[in-house]
């Protein structure tokens, strides 16, 4: 069994732990909120794993598995127990839940996944005219298709940068 352990991401000056087990990374479910054993789909895939505390002390905490964490997000109901500081820090969270929900369903990551599709296409056609090609008319579509990938890769790029400062922006509001 495979462990490592390390911050899942640092938000509102929180850290927010995980450990990976065998490549599933199990989320510690205290920091953003409390009990999640009671729900009647989640309870049966959470876990009690030993991850260190923010004093470094290491104890068991309960964990879910990182594809159910944003979803159940959108379950934390709002109390009048709750802190003005931790509902806004619920409210951004499931804030960019939404935006990465959106992302998906709307271009952003969907289409990434698109031009990557290319990209793979356009490295194999391009393996397969070299081989053949020395000299002879086919090293001008060879060329044309280098061209093109290189606007796909820069389109890539482009996409990266967009994602990456939208996210920033989240972080930063």
Same mark, same amino acid.
């Given at each position: 069994?495979?462990? !490592?352990?390390?911050? *899942?991401? !640092? *938000?509102?000056?929180?850290?927010?732990?995980?450990?990976?087990? &065998?490549?599933?990374?199990?989320?510690?479910?205290?920091? %953003?909120?409390?009990?999640?054993?009671? &729900?009647?789909?989640?309870?049966?895939?959470?876990?009690? !794993?030993?991850? =260190?505390?923010?004093?470094?002390?290491?104890?068991?905490?309960?964990?879910?598995?990182?594809? *159910?964490?944003?979803?159940?997000?959108?379950? %934390?109901?709002?109390?009048?127990?709750?802190? &003005?500081?931790?509902?806004?820090?619920?409210?951004?969270?499931?804030?960019?839940?939404?935006? %990465?929900?959106?992302? =998906? *369903? =709307?271009?952003?990551?969907?289409?990434?996944?698109?031009?990557?599709?290319?990209?793979?296409?356009?490295?194999?056609?391009?393996?397969?005219?070299?081989?053949?090609?020395?000299?002879?008319? &086919?090293?001008?579509?060879?060329?044309?298709?280098?061209?093109? @990938?290189?606007?796909?890769?820069?389109?890539?790029? @482009?996409?990266?940068?967009? %994602?990456?400062?939208?996210?920033?922006?989240?972080?930063?509001?």
């Amino acid at each position: 069994m495979k462990k !490592q352990i390390g911050k *899942f991401l !640092q *938000f509102n000056g929180k850290n927010i732990y995980f450990l990976a087990v &065998d490549g599933t990374y199990w989320i510690a479910v205290r920091p %953003i909120c409390g009990e999640i054993k009671e &729900d009647r789909k989640l309870g049966g895939e959470v876990s009690e !794993q030993p991850l =260190h505390d923010a004093s470094g002390r290491l104890q068991k905490m309960v964990c879910l598995p990182e594809k *159910f964490i944003y979803g159940w997000l959108f379950q %934390i109901k709002y109390s009048n127990t709750m802190s &003005d500081t931790t509902k806004e820090n619920l409210s951004t969270y499931k804030w960019e839940c939404y935006q %990465i929900l959106y992302d =998906h *369903f =709307h271009g952003a990551i969907t289409g990434r996944t698109n031009a990557l599709k290319e990209k793979t296409t356009l490295d194999a056609t391009i393996a397969e005219l070299e081989k053949k090609v020395m000299e002879s008319k &086919d090293y001008q579509r060879l060329e044309e298709l280098r061209d093109k @990938k290189k606007a796909v890769n820069a389109s890539l790029r @482009k996409m990266d940068n967009d %994602i990456v400062s939208s996210q920033m922006a989240l972080w930063k509001s």
